[in-house]
């Protein structure tokens, strides 16, 4: 097991509406990525947070936004749902010691988003 | 669990015998190129990595090779097992800057082992 968690592990919504999805990192991770994984693809960069500040974006409209907490868990927000916004949308924590670093990143299991 | 193998290139081995897979990526000033296995239900789990300065490196039963004369890698993993069996991705680390290492994925492939 990574250690990393997400919650919930399914949601449905409709089309218009808001959602916040949740990541608990690994322990002693301070910085967490975000992707968005459709159906049959590889997962794409949505942002990342490094000790609670956006540490780089991917390319995805505003209505996709983030938090992080000073216990380093986070949280992905999007607004005015679209249906192409169904996918498992993926977290990984990584050990970076500074924003320069690359570390592994560690994976949860996703939350699976249905857009109806 | 969700099928991430939809739609994605396929390769079926016998048990025992070994697998090749195979990923072009496409920026040559990327620095890092990991391998990621995904099991259906699962998020990627972390199998090797390669840095650009390197054509080769070994783990427990994978091997992963670096062209970057074709930007190329693959992955080999010896002796496959039915426990192989999942979606293999590459991935790159294109740094954009400002301390941010995103992962850029590749289209995936679906190993198969035939028991």
């Known amino acids: 097991e990574t250690g990393v968690t997400q919650s919930p592990t399914h949601l449905i919504k409709t089309r218009g509406q808001q959602v916040t999805l949740r990541c608990s990192s690994q322990?002693?991770?301070?910085?967490v990525s975000w992707y968005q994984q459709a159906l049959g693809q590889g997962p794409q960069f949505i942002f990342q947070?490094?000790?609670?500040?956006?540490?780089g974006r991917g390319n995805f409209p505003p209505r996709f936004s983030g938090l992080q907490f000073p216990n380093y868990s986070s949280e992905l927000n999007v607004n005015a749902l679209e249906l192409d916004d169904s996918a498992l949308y993926l977290c990984?924590?990584?050990?970076?010691?500074?924003?320069?670093?690359?570390?592994?990143?560690?994976f949860g299991p996703g939350t699976r988003l249905t857009v109806l | 669990g969700e099928s991430v193998g939809l739609h994605l290139p396929t390769l079926s081995v016998q048990e025992g015998d070994n697998s090749i897979i195979n990923c072009a990526y496409s920026?040559?000033?990327?620095?890092?190129f990991i391998w990621y296995k995904q099991e259906s239900g699962k998020g990627p789990q972390f199998i090797i990595d390669i840095r650009s300065n390197m054509d080769k490196r070994q783990g427990q039963r994978v091997t992963v090779l670096l062209n970057k004369t074709v930007k190329h890698l693959s992955l080999q993993i010896a002796a496959t097992q039915p426990g192989d069996s999942a979606v293999y991705f590459c991935a790159e680390i294109p740094y954009s800057g400002a301390g941010s290492y995103q992962l850029t994925f590749g289209k995936g492939t679906k190993l198969s082992v035939i028991p």
């Open positions: 947070y490094y000790r609670e500040e956006e540490n």
């Open positions: 322990s002693g991770h301070n910085t």
């Open positions: 990984a924590s990584s050990p970076s010691t500074s924003s320069m670093a690359y570390n592994e990143q560690f």
């Open positions: 920026n040559s000033a990327s620095d890092y």
